[in-house]
């Protein structure tokens, strides 16, 4: 009976040990993040439901686009599950590697939004989109959280400066939003309200100097528009 008690008493203690490791050990630390500028490595992981379900989406949608393997770049820059545009309907400059949900809302936003307010408001046909770019490993710019990592960091976030239509107009974010032009500042006025809600994070020129030429949509934290 004694021996019964002790088992009783001390068996629980023993196999915590066995699950939480042994008791005179350090616990197991995580590894450091690789410094910045460090050569990319390539992350041989399982692709994830969701990923899988958003490169059903874009299929579905008549995307084409190339799936790319995760990669570590360092300073805590990683991009996963990303994929590269290809043709999605309409030209679009500087596009790199992007987050598949970012790639998903964007192209929504583009085909069910940008391209209708073209039309309808200024009567031209969308014909390019002039992107400023998607990754690029930084902090945030033009803000006290100067040492947060930017959703550009992560493939998440993707800078639009301006549009290209038919009859040759250049609508740009710079000179735009503040046009004297009402139809002109109209279109950024509808693109902008539809942005804020396909996305998590959108920034125009409102919000900072630093935006003062583009828009940048992120799946970041949020929501947040401005």
Known sequence: M?????????????????????????????PAARPRGSPPITL??????ETQQ??????????????????????GCQVLGAVQ????????????????P?????????RFAVAPAAKQI???ELVRVESMGTYVCRAIVGSSASNRLSEHGLGNAVDIGGFVLADGRKVRVLGGWKSDDEQVREFFEVIHRS????????????????????????????????
Do not use: Q
């Open 2 to 30: 004694r021996l019964v008690r002790w088992f009783a008493v001390f068996a629980p203690l023993l196999l915590a040990g066995c699950v939480f490791g042994d008791g005179d050990k350090e616990p197991r630390r995580m």
């Open 195 to 226: 942005a804020c809600k396909r996305f998590k994070t959108v920034l125009s020129p409102d919000y900072n100097a630093a935006h003062r030429d583009h828009l940048h949509l992120d799946m970041g934290r949020g929501p947040f528009c401005a």
């Open 44 to 49: 041989n992981r399982p692709t994830p439901r």
């Open 102 to 110: 970012l790639a998903r809302s964007f192209i929504g936003w583009i």
């Open 122 to 124: 200024l009567g031209s």
């Open 54 to 75: 958003c490169f059903t989406d874009l299929s579905r949608e008549a995307v084409r686009f190339s799936p790319l393997p995760d990669r570590d770049f360092g300073g």
């Open 85 to 100: 545009l290809l043709d999605v309907g309409v030209p679009i400059t500087n596009i790199k590697s992007m987050r598949c």
